[in-house]
Each structure stands twice: as C-alpha cells, then as structure tokens.
C-alpha cells in the first residue's frame, strides 16, 4: 500500500518532533527512555541551586535536580526534587548536602552515604544539609585577620601617642635631666669604688685579722656543739622552773617596790630633804658644771702637756701601750706628720685654706688627695705641731711612715716601746 505524500510528511513531522523532544531532554540529563526514581529533601535554604543541576556521588554525576519550590504550609522551607537512575539505591541515613561544584558557585547536590544495609524507597524524603558558601569560607578566615589587623592598629596608634608624648620638649628636657643624673650617679660610685679600695689597701691587715678571727670564732662554736647544746637544754630546763614559779608574790613585791620608789621620788622633788636640795639647788648646779668645765681644761692640758705633769716610760702590759713621748723612732726610719684634710680633688698647698701653715705636702692614694704638714721622728715634736695646727683644722690626726709608707699609727707606736 502506497501513502500519500501528506502521510508520510505528518509521519514525517512527529518523528521529528519526537526526536527534538527527546534531544532536548537528553541535552538536560533526562532520558525518556530510561527509568529513574525520585527523592526529596527539605533545605532552609538552597544557596542558588536551581533544575537541572547535577546530583554527584564521589564527584560522579549519578542525577540531576529535578524541581525547586517552597512547601505549601508557609513555614518559607524548600523541597528540592532530584531523580537517579533507578538501579542506583540510597542507604538509609544517608545525606544529600548542597555543594558547590566548581570555583564560580555552581551549586549541586552531593550524596553522603551511611553504612546502614537497609536502602530509601523512591520518593522517600532524605536528610538535607548545606555547605558553607566559598564566600562564608573565605570570610570565616579572613575575619580574625580583620580583628588582629584591628588590633594592631590600635596598638601603633596607642605607639604613635606615647612618641608623641616623649619626643615634645619638655619630655626631652626631663630625658636630659634623667641621663645627667644618671651620669651624676655613675660619677659617685665610681667615687665610692675608689674610696673603698683605697679603705681596703689602708685597712687589708685589719680585715685580714677580721677574717681570721672570724673563722677562729666558727671553728670554737663547731668545737663546742656539745656545750652549747647542754646549755640550751639547762636554759629550756630553767624556763620550765620559771614556769612553774608562783608569779602573785613576786607583783605584790614589785608593787611594794613602786610605791616605796614613788615616795623616794616625791621626796627627791621636795625642798625639805637634802637629795631635794642637791637636785634643786641651782647655784650647786653651777658650781659643779665650773667644776667640770675647769676639769676638761685640765685634762685637755695634760693631753697636750704631760712633760708638765708626768714622767714615765714605755711598759706593755698586754693591751695598753704607754708611750714614752721623748723616744726617737729614726733609728726605725719612722716618720711622724700631721694628716691636715682630705679631697677628691687636688687643692693648692700655697692657697688660703692652709694659710699660716709651712711646709704643706700632697699624699696621693687612689683618687683621694691628702695633705700632710711636720715630718720629724720625735713624737712629742709631733705633738707640739698637732697642737699648733689644731685650731685651724681640728680634725687633723697624727699619722706615722715607715719607708715612704703609711702604716698604722698604733703600730709606730709600739715600735717605741
């Protein structure tokens, strides 16, 4: 049987339109021709998926979104339908988190399985879940870079103020200060330094015996542990009797004691006795503070004058030395002289601080300067200087030399013996 021409074109044109269909739907990912199931999800939101976007599992594509569209009861959540091939099963529990597919945003669907055995029956509803968008990605990190950049910020400004503060005038002017203070403080120990070391070269056989004393004194405590261990027990045992000893006696004396004391005292500030008298009378007084005054000047004179008032010779009787004042010590090439002042700086022997003295000479030690007057071998010629020179300077002292050396005056001493 042979069709018309208009026949074949009707067949013609439903082939064709049949075929674009059928293109079309293949271009969209749906094959007519092949059966799919179909699942739901609810999504509080999608973040831009929209149909036709992919459904992956382990980056493979396995389906595509199928619908998009709110849930009828207002509640402004969304259900998203997407279809699989039907001999494709889903385990139960298993998730379908939104995802962003490649670095523009494109949005799909990633399937999470669960290791559960029983699977989801078609047009089951699966459990939702959105990925953070790479936009909320890149923001979670940048901002505690914003909040340290804050930060910092704040702190060079806070920087900023407190060099401004500093660097103004006044607060260079109060640094200056400071520095030539601190130079000042340097200065003064460097003084102190010099000082202390000249005190340890004067005094190193004095220290050396120091030292020496104190070990010999470590060493009778060590050897005496066990004397003094029974002494701190008789002490604990005598605090024990103490203790024990009736203490009402020994007020009630004590008050008996006051008493009598508090009339002894009223009589003493009393006219009426001669201990009254003694301590009241003012002309007494006076007549015995002449009577120490004239004492002073005497005994200032024998000082100074013991030719005068006594005659006698050098004994050692352990611990005193008597000196025999007429003794020279040249044959012992010691030296007496009068040690005037001392100074960190030097000071002229011509000027007017030793107006009235001859033959002043600068000894130098370390950093300190002193100068001395007199030079003899004689002690009591040396005496008779100290006094002459002691009006003007009286805190000058008699110091001795052996050999150019200073040594200690209590040793010259012994040495005229």
Same mark, same amino acid.
């Given at each position: 049987?042979?069709?018309?021409?208009?026949?074949?074109?009707?067949?013609?044109?439903?082939?064709?339109?049949?075929?674009?269909?059928?293109?079309?739907?293949?271009?969209?990912?749906?094959?007519?021709?092949?059966?799919?199931?179909?699942?739901?999800?609810?999504?509080?939101?999608?973040?831009?998926?929209?149909?036709?976007?992919?459904?992956?599992?382990?980056?493979?594509?396995?389906?595509?979104?199928?619908?998009?569209?709110?849930?009828?009861?207002?509640?402004?959540?969304?259900?998203?339908?997407?279809?699989?091939?039907?001999?494709?099963?889903?385990?139960?529990?298993?998730?379908?988190?939104?995802?962003?597919?490649?670095?523009?945003?494109?949005?799909?669907?990633?399937?999470?399985?669960?290791?559960?055995?029983?699977?989801?029956?078609?047009?089951?509803?699966?459990?939702?879940?959105?990925?953070?968008?790479?936009?909320?990605?890149?923001?979670?990190?940048?901002?505690?870079?914003?909040?340290?950049?804050?930060?910092?910020?704040?702190?060079?400004?806070?920087?900023?103020?407190?060099?401004?503060?500093?660097?103004?005038?006044?607060?260079?002017?109060?640094?200056?200060?400071?520095?030539? *203070?601190?130079?000042?403080? !340097?200065? @003064? =120990? /460097?003084?102190?330094?010099?000082? $202390?070391?000249?005190?340890? #070269? %004067?005094?190193?056989?004095?220290?050396?015996?120091?030292?020496?004393?104190?070990?010999?004194?470590?060493?009778?405590?060590?050897?005496?542990?066990? *004397?003094?261990?029974?002494? !701190?027990? @008789? =002490? /604990?045992?005598?605090?024990?009797? $103490?203790?024990?000893?009736? #203490? %009402?006696?020994?007020?009630?004396?004590?008050?008996?004691?006051?008493?009598?004391?508090?009339?002894?005292?009223?009589?003493?500030?009393?006219?009426?006795?001669?201990?009254?008298?003694?301590? @009241?009378?003012?002309?007494?007084?006076?007549?015995?503070?002449?009577?120490?005054?004239?004492?002073?000047?005497?005994?200032?004179?024998?000082?100074?004058?013991?030719?005068?008032?006594?005659?006698?010779?050098?004994?050692?009787?352990?611990?005193?030395?008597?000196?025999?004042?007429?003794?020279?010590?040249?044959?012992?090439?010691?030296?007496?002289?009068?040690?005037?002042?001392?100074?960190?700086?030097?000071?002229?022997?011509?000027?007017?601080?030793?107006?009235?003295?001859?033959?002043?000479?600068?000894?130098?030690?370390?950093?300190?300067?002193?100068?001395?007057?007199?030079?003899?071998?004689?002690?009591?010629?040396?005496?008779?200087?100290?006094?002459?020179?002691?009006?003007?300077?009286?805190?000058?002292?008699?110091?001795?030399?052996?050999?150019?050396?200073?040594?200690?005056?209590?040793?010259?001493?012994?040495?005229?013996?």
């Amino acid at each position: 049987m042979r069709l018309s021409k208009f026949t074949r074109l009707g067949i013609l044109i439903v082939f064709s339109i049949t075929a674009l269909i059928w293109g079309l739907s293949y271009l969209k990912g749906n094959d007519i021709f092949k059966k799919n199931n179909s699942y739901h999800v609810y999504y509080n939101r999608v973040d831009g998926l929209v149909k036709a976007n992919s459904v992956l599992l382990n980056g493979f594509k396995v389906g595509q979104v199928s619908d998009v569209k709110f849930v009828p009861d207002n509640s402004g959540q969304l259900i998203v339908s997407f279809s699989v091939d039907s001999e494709f099963r889903i385990p139960v529990n298993s998730i379908a988190r939104i995802v962003s597919s490649d670095i523009m945003g494109t949005r799909s669907i990633e399937i999470i399985f669960s290791e559960e055995k029983e699977l989801y029956n078609p047009n089951d509803t699966i459990q939702g879940a959105v990925e953070a968008a790479l936009k909320e990605q890149v923001s979670m990190q940048v901002l505690p870079l914003k909040y340290k950049a804050e930060e910092l910020l704040g702190t060079i400004d806070s920087a900023i103020t407190v060099l401004t503060v500093i660097l103004n005038e006044d607060a260079r002017d109060n640094l200056k200060a400071s520095f030539e *203070n601190f130079n000042l403080t !340097m200065q @003064n =120990l /460097e003084n102190t330094t010099a000082q $202390l070391e000249d005190l340890i #070269v %004067t005094q190193k056989d004095t220290i050396k015996n120091i030292i020496g004393n104190l070990n010999d004194l470590s060493s009778v405590f060590k050897d005496n542990a066990q *004397n003094l261990e029974s002494i !701190m027990v @008789n =002490l /604990e045992s005598f605090s024990d009797t $103490l203790s024990n000893i009736s #203490v %009402t006696p020994m007020l009630d004396n004590l008050t008996a004691a006051s008493n009598k004391i508090s009339i002894t005292l009223d009589k003493l500030n009393s006219d009426e006795s001669t201990a009254g008298l003694l301590l @009241n009378d003012t002309e007494l007084y006076e007549s015995i503070n002449a009577l120490a005054e004239n004492l002073g000047y005497l005994v200032s004179d024998i000082q100074q004058n013991p030719k005068r008032y006594l005659k006698f010779s050098a004994m050692d009787f352990g611990k005193e030395v008597y000196i025999n004042t007429i003794d020279d010590a040249s044959g012992k090439d010691i030296v007496f002289k009068i040690h005037l002042v001392s100074s960190k700086s030097k000071v002229d022997t011509k000027g007017d601080v030793f107006k009235g003295i001859k033959d002043v000479e600068e000894y130098q030690s370390g950093n300190v300067y002193s100068y001395l007057t007199g030079s003899t071998s004689i002690y009591s010629e040396i005496e008779d200087i100290h006094n002459s020179v002691r009006v003007a300077f009286p805190e000058s002292t008699v110091v001795a030399f052996k050999n150019g050396r200073l040594i200690k005056i209590e040793k010259a001493l012994k040495s005229l013996r």
